[in-house]
C-alpha cells in the first residue's frame, strides 16, 4: 500500500513539496527522508524547519500518483513559475517495489550534469555533493532487528511522553482530547473534528492549544474549563 504526503513549511505554514510513498520496512520513510532531494527543497529547508503531513494512507499506487499529479497541479511549482513547491516534475513518474540499479554510465553522466549546472558556481556544486552523501549515508535497507525496533519505540515514547505534538504513532494522545468553544460551548470528541470544522489543520490547532503558537481562536482543551 501506498501513501501521499506533504512537507509543511512551519513559517508560512504552507506545503511546499508533495510526494508518495511504499515503506513495507520502515514506516513514513520517504516523507521524512532528507537525502536526494532538489535544491530548491534544500533551500526552503534551510530557511525554515518543516513538518511531515500524511495526505492520504494505505492506498493502493495508482491512486497515490495521480493524487501526486493532482495537488503537484493545485499548488505549482517554483521552476517553472507556476507556484509555491519545490517539486520538478509533474508527479505520478515513481514505481513502487523497484530499486534504482545506478551503472558507471549513469553516474558518470550524472557527475557531467552536475559540473555543466554549476560550472560557475563551484561552492554550490559542493553543497549539492555534499547533501547526496549525506542523504546516502542515513539511507537504511533490510529489516530491522528486535533490538533497534525496541529503541526505537522507546526513544518515541521519552519525546512524546511530555505532551509534545507528534506524528500518528497508533496510540491515544492530543487528537483524541476532547476540545469546546469558550464562546459557544459547543465541545467535539477530538481535536481533529474540531479542526475539520473549522476548516484548519489540527496539528495546527494542536500547537495553539498547547502553547506553541499564540492561541488565535476560541477553541480551548475541555479538561481546562
Not at 494505505?58 to 507556484?83: H, Q, R, S
Not at 497508533?170 to 464562546?183: D, F, L, P, S
Amino acid at each position: 500500500m501506498a501513501y501521499v504526503y506533504r512537507h509543511i513549511r512551519l513559517d508560512k505554514n504552507e506545503p511546499f513539496y508533495i510526494g508518495i510513498g511504499s515503506d513495507k520496512t520502515y514506516k513514513r520513510a520517504n516523507a521524512r527522508y532528507k537525502g536526494d532531494r532538489n535544491d530548491i527543497w534544500y533551500k526552503i529547508v534551510d530557511k525554515t524547519k518543516f513538518e511531515v503531513e500524511i495526505v492520504f494512507d494505505n492506498v493502493d499506487w495508482p491512486f497515490a500518483c495521480e493524487k501526486e499529479k493532482e495537488f503537484i497541479a493545485l499548488y505549482g511549482k517554483k521552476c517553472n513559475g507556476t507556484g509555491i513547491l519545490a517539486n520538478l516534475t509533474d508527479g505520478g513518474e515513481g514505481v513502487v517495489g523497484v530499486k534504482m540499479i545506478r551503472t558507471p554510465e549513469s553516474i558518470k553522466k550524472q557527475s557531467n550534469t552536475l559540473k555543466e549546472k554549476y560550472k560557475n558556481n563551484p561552492a554550490l556544486l559542493e553543497l549539492h555533493v555534499k547533501h547526496l552523501k549525506e542523504g546516502s549515508k542515513k539511507r537504511k535497507y533490510g529489516k530491522e532487528s528486535e533490538e533497534t525496533r525496541k529503541k526505537k519505540s522507546e526513544s518515541h515514547l521519552n519525546r512524546y511522553k511530555n505532551g509534545a505534538i507528534s506524528y500518528n504513532l497508533g496510540r491515544k494522545g492530543h487528537n483524541q482530547k476532547k476540545v469546546y468553544c469558550i464562546e459557544s460551548g459547543k465541545i467535539w470528541d477530538s481535536i481533529k473534528k474540531c479542526a475539520q470544522e473549522m476548516g484548519i489543520r489540527d496539528s495546527h490547532l494542536g500547537r495553539m492549544l498547547y502553547g506553541y503558537r499564540k492561541n488565535k481562536t476560541t477553541i480551548r482543551y475541555y479538561g481546562d474549563k
